[in-house]
């Protein structure tokens, strides 16, 4: 990982290109008042009215050149509006003019973000674009915010091979060593015996693959507890349910619950919020041989709740519920699970827009205004109880999941409910965390979704 604090720099009036915005409804104006031969450039660059628009204006020498940019509103600063100059520009130092950048900080880190852990290094690789602000506190939240965004999207863009459960673990083990964190992590016949859907899901793993039950407990124990909790299915295929190959070809992503747990309790521990923090992450990897679990096995929960087993390629639901269960025996007031869980949530939302759902209508108002704060865009699904019904079993008290194709983010997150903390506000995230296409400031590939809406709520709660 680069180090990210040689991309933004505080402005102490050191010589930097400038960086001009304007929006649509000022753009008419300012073209207008340009001397002949900025004009003459635009128009040669095609300067559109529209995001992300933006061309080089000459100055009086060769080397002496600004860029202009267009921006939704200049008032308004989102993360991204700066990041494609951020990935375009050549290198070397620029400020915007009459401007703090702000939030914008964080998509020009963010921007040049790159995953070459596998790649030939490239010796003619561009040097840094350097943004200048003459704002340390915003400067400090970007970078901290890019810092764990780098690592989760290093983490979910790794190849299963090298990011297996062990992996997740030696990534917990580390923030324990910074930050001066517990550690915990259950495996073998305590996993077998104590959390038994998540033994089912990876028993089949094979020999440093086996599952576990990472946790991590942080602050003082006086300060109000809290659960972050991360599916961490290392790679899937489906089990004997086994996925298409289409199906399987991003399942090294499966992981990126527990990439956004690590994330976010990092925020919390870097930041020192005053909470005692439970963060636990069931490592897996739903695997095939002759141990794994069949459709039809029944499993016993840490809950004691008997579940059917009507899909096995609906396991995440299965070891987020022992890991809720195991949440709830410590009495948290708030918990927060991450997971990439059903593809339902992807049809009824595509990938950009992240599936909330909560079980109390004041944290779901707080994190839906986050959302929208932070450009960290989320929508709130029900949870409808009726559906219910459809997790019924002729021989169990659950099945894992229901049969039709209707409504499957839905009963998906009720299975979860019957294992979350009934006095704790819970919301419950069903995430994508991968761009399909490059947008500024967010690469082809692993992506930080809903979580700057969820360090928001923390902060805005926690913070003293």
Not at 93 to 103: A, D
Not at 298 to 309: A, Q, T
Not at 442 to 456: F, H, I, N, Q
Request: hydrophobic fraction near 40%; include cysteine.
């Amino acid at each position: 990982m680069p180090d990210l604090s040689t991309l933004i720099q505080p402005d102490r009036g050191q010589p930097a290109r400038t960086i001009h915005l304007i929006d649509a409804k000022g753009f008419d104006a300012w073209l207008n008042a340009q001397p002949p031969r900025h004009r003459t450039a635009a128009q040669a660059q095609k300067l559109a009215p529209t995001g992300y628009s933006s061309a080089i204006l000459p100055g009086d020498g060769p080397e002496d050149w600004s860029v202009v940019t267009v921006v939704a509103n200049v008032e308004r600063l989102t993360p991204w509006c700066l990041a494609k100059l951020a990935e375009t520009l050549p290198e070397g130092s620029y400020r915007v003019e009459g401007h703090e950048p702000g939030k914008a900080l964080l998509g020009w880190l963010t921007a040049q973000y790159k995953f070459d852990r596998y790649k030939k290094k490239d010796d003619k690789a561009q040097g840094p674009r350097v943004l200048l602000t003459g704002d340390p506190a915003k400067m400090e939240e970007a970078l901290r915010l890019a810092n764990v965004t780098f690592k989760l999207r290093d983490r979910i863009n790794t190849g299963a091979n090298d990011m297996g459960p062990a992996d997740l673990e030696a990534a917990a083990a580390d923030l324990a060593k910074d930050y001066g964190a517990t550690l915990t992590v259950a495996k073998g016949k305590e996993v077998e015996k104590g959390y038994g859907m998540l033994w089912a899901v990876g028993k089949a793993a094979g020999e440093g693959r086996e599952p576990r039950l990472i946790e991590l407990e942080w602050g003082n124990p006086e300060h109000p507890r809290i659960a972050i909790i991360g599916k961490g299915v290392c790679f899937d295929t489906g089990g004997l349910d086994i996925k298409p190959a289409a199906g399987m070809r991003l399942m090294k992503k499966d992981m990126g619950g527990a990439a956004h747990a690590l994330a976010l309790a990092e925020l919390v521990m870097q930041n020192r919020l005053p909470v005692r923090l439970h963060m636990l992450v069931p490592a897996v990897e739903n695997s095939i041989n002759g141990e794994a679990t069949r459709p039809g096995d029944v499993m016993i929960s840490r809950k004691g709740l008997s579940v059917e087993n009507s899909n096995t390629d609906a396991e995440g639901r299965l070891i987020l519920g022992d890991a809720l269960t195991k949440a709830a025996e410590s009495n948290p007031e708030l918990v927060f699970d991450f997971a990439t869980l059903t593809g339902a949530a992807r049809v009824a939302l595509g990938a950009d827009l992240q599936a909330l759902f909560a079980n109390d209508d004041t944290l779901a108002s707080e994190l839906l205004a986050a959302a929208e704060t932070e450009s960290d865009p989320m929508w709130r699904m029900p949870l409808y109880d009726p559906y219910k019904e459809a997790l019924k079993s002729d021989v169990a008290d659950l099945v894992n999941a229901a049969e039709g194709p209707f409504g499957g983010a839905i009963t998906a997150a009720l299975f979860l409910k019957e294992f979350a903390p009934d006095k704790a506000q819970w919301a419950h995230f069903d995430i994508f965390c991968w761009n399909g296409s490059p947008k500024p400031g967010r690469p082809k590939g692993a992506e930080a979704v809903s979580l700057r809406a969820t360090w928001k709520v923390l902060k805005d709660r926690y913070a003293s």
